[in-house]
């Protein structure tokens, strides 16, 4: 999987919805499996992005993975860990 794949996925799953009530989601990879996760008890906006990483870094340990959380209203960060290697993006989603 890709960061792209990763980014397409997300944008299909929020035009299918609304990006109002998105929280981070989390996605594992392992040899032969992808695991997806929801932070259902998503804090406050101040707090989201430190608690998103923390609970991405704990869930996923050695593996690879991909979390996406709300930057902003109309934005997406991405954050993802593929072969040891970080990556981060923000995404637009919706006009300003």
């Known amino acids: 999987m890709t960061v792209k794949e990763f980014i397409a996925a997300q944008k299909e799953l929020i035009a ?56 902003d209203g109309f934005r997406l960060k991405v954050v993802a860990r593929v072969q040891g290697i970080q990556q981060e993006c923000v995404v637009q989603i919706t006009d300003a």
């Not at 998103?52 to 340990?61: I, P």
């Open 16 to 71: 299918e919805g609304h990006f109002v009530g998105y929280l981070p989601t989390l996605w594992i990879v392992t040899t032969n499996q992808v695991q997806v996760n929801i932070l259902a008890d998503s804090p406050d906006e101040d707090d989201l992005e430190r608690v998103a990483r923390d609970w991405a870094l704990q869930m996923a340990r050695e593996h690879d993975y991909f979390l996406a959380f709300k930057s």
